[in-house]
């Protein structure tokens, strides 16, 4: 069945590092990707999307590239802020429709 | 445009009570879609409605069960509560176009089963 693996958290950055969280999907056909954010006490927030092979999502300088060869779906933020401290979920639409999600990764920028 | 809502946003029951929990989607969205969110399990889908019909349902024990009104505002219905239904309980709103399957998501509603 269709599944969503993401690294490891939680992952602490100092103010103004580089991001990179992985994530790697396992998927019949061509579903899309997302990230989400959810903020401590809230719900989920889309935060980038892509729908085919090669797309770049990208959204308050974070960015991910949907690389179908590799069947991941990397976020990149070239520089977080503190603001950015949250659980970042990768997940992927199949044709049903249904959101799968990856186990969350936490991220706590310190200042 | 208003987001999604849910209410209530905390809820308290004990072991063996059902409850229901309501959603009202963005206007225009004529797809809900409910999630349960645990520490342990992560985030699963429970199933989606759209325009009154369940569409999809995921690995869940009949006692919960949904139905959708047709303003397409949602409720999901736990019966026979057991104390591992202690979640966050998302909806989703999408107007359900493919490929461009975004869903929107409400605060949540936390249930606490004692």
């Known amino acids: 069945g269709n599944s969503v693996t993401q690294m490891e958290g939680p992952v602490t950055l100092s103010e103004e590092a580089f991001l990179t969280i992985n994530c790697t999907y396992t998927a019949t056909g061509y579903p899309s990707l997302f990230w989400y954010v959810q903020y401590p006490g809230e719900g989920l927030q889309l935060l980038l999307k892509a729908t085919k092979a090669d797309d770049k999502g990208s959204n308050k300088g974070f960015e991910a590239t949907y690389r179908k060869e590799t069947t991941s779906f990397h976020l990149e933020k070239g520089s977080v802020q503190v603001s950015d401290s949250a659980v970042y979920f990768c997940?992927?639409?199949?044709?049903?429709?249904?959101?799968?999600f990856g186990q969350g990764t936490e991220l706590s920028v310190k200042p | 445009k208003a987001g999604v809502t849910q209410t209530p946003r905390y809820l308290i029951k004990t072991r063996g009570q059902q409850v229901t929990l309501s959603c009202s989607p963005i206007?225009?969205?004529?797809?809900v879609s409910w999630y349960q969110q645990t520490p342990g399990q992560g985030l699963q889908f429970l199933f989606e409605y759209f325009s009154e019909t369940q569409r999809n349902k995921g690995n869940f024990p009949g006692r919960f069960s949904g139905r959708q009104f047709s303003n397409s505002r949602s409720e999901m219905n736990v019966s026979t509560l057991e104390l591992g239904d202690s979640a966050l309980y998302l909806c989703?709103?999408?107007?359900?176009?493919?490929?461009?399957?975004?869903?929107?998501f409400g605060p949540g509603t936390r249930l606490t089963v004692l």
């Open positions: 206007s225009g969205h004529r797809s």
């Open positions: 997940a992927l639409s199949d044709e049903g429709g249904k959101l799968i």
């Open positions: 989703a709103s999408s107007e359900r176009t493919w490929p461009y399957n975004e869903q929107f």
